[in-house]
């Protein structure tokens, strides 16, 4: 006769199936609408914002872009971001430590997803919760600072293991920090084989134009060759609090 399982699994097994299920009909809707939709994580403070204000302000001008984005208690990366001009809108989450499809399909309610060319959401600051929470996103990035040590890809696998894509933040402090890069890469590598990664600084700027390319590119298989919406008047003024703030 099996074991039965402890009931606190049997819960948290319920909670992620209802959210694979509802991740599934997002991804359904973003494509229906052709929009891409890119997630990053990280540990807090690994440059996910600064990453991100630099993609919304390089993209802009040519493509119609958006972001939400995930924090336990501010809206301070909200308004940061709004300083692109692309709207923007702030999801508080209390005490959740990650950010989950329910959160995703509320906080799009009011967009127009059929206007948008990429959708970017900034997970919560956290190198376990957001693993296990599939967003309906199409590209999930991993953003590790030269500040963390080289070593966090093996400590937290499981947020590199679901990955698609790695960046290595704050490049121009490697050097003052002594981030062994190789070691870095290597251990990138032996939980997550196979991944592409990108680094990067938000700072000077350095790499921004290699990872933007691939991006564009469809080398991950997006589709964002061309913008669909450019000329589209209600998208330039859709209704967010943070939008050109
Ligand atoms: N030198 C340097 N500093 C950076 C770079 N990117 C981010 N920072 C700094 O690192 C700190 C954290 O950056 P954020 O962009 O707020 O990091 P985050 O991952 O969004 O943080 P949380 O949302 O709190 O998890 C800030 O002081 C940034 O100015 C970079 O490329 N170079
Ligand atoms: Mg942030």
């Given at each position: 006769?099996?074991?039965?399982?402890?009931?606190?699994?049997?819960v948290r097994q319920n909670v992620l199936k209802q959210n694979d299920l509802l991740a599934r009909e997002l991804r359904g809707?973003?494509?229906?609408?052709?929009?891409?939709?890119?997630?990053?994580?990280?540990?807090?403070?690994?440059?996910?914002?600064?990453?991100?204000?630099?993609?919304?302000?390089?993209?802009?001008?040519?493509y119609a872009v958006a972001a939400l984005v995930g924090d336990l208690a501010t809206e301070n990366d909200a308004a940061r971001l709004a300083r692109s001009g692309a709207p923007v809108k702030q999801i508080t989450t209390g005490t959740v430590c990650h950010l989950d499809a329910t959160m995703i399909q509320t906080a799009l309610e009011e967009w127009n997803l059929d206007e948008l060319?990429?959708?970017?959401?900034?997970?919560?600051?956290?190198?376990?919760?957001?693993s296990?929470?599939?967003?309906?996103?199409?590209?999930?990035?991993?953003?590790?600072?030269?500040?963390?040590?080289?070593?966090?890809?093996?400590?937290?696998?499981?947020?590199?293991?679901t990955a698609d894509v790695g960046i290595i933040t704050k490049m121009d402090l490697a050097e003052v920090v002594e981030f062994?890069?190789?070691?870095?890469h290597d251990?990138?590598?032996?939980?997550?084989?196979?991944?592409?990664?990108?680094?990067?600084?938000?700072?000077t700027g350095a790499g921004m134009k290699e990872w933007r390319q691939s991006l564009?590119?469809?080398?991950?298989g997006l589709r964002i060759a061309e913008s669909k919406?450019?000329?589209?008047?209600?998208f330039r003024n859709p209704q967010s609090e943070f939008v050109n703030s």
């Open positions: 006769m099996s074991t039965p399982q402890p009931r606190l699994v049997e809707r973003f494509r229906e609408a052709a929009v891409s939709v890119v997630s990053l994580v990280s540990s807090p403070g690994a440059g996910k914002t600064a990453f991100l204000e630099k993609m919304l302000s390089d993209l802009k001008p040519q060319d990429i959708l970017f959401i900034e997970n919560v600051g956290n190198l376990v919760c957001p296990s929470y599939d967003l309906g996103e199409d590209l999930r990035v991993v953003l590790l600072s030269v500040t963390e040590g080289e070593d966090k890809p093996l400590k937290y696998p499981t947020i590199f293991n062994d890069l190789a070691a870095a251990n990138i590598q032996r939980v997550r084989p196979g991944m592409k990664v990108f680094e990067v600084s938000a700072k564009l590119n469809s080398e991950f919406t450019m000329d589209s008047l209600e």
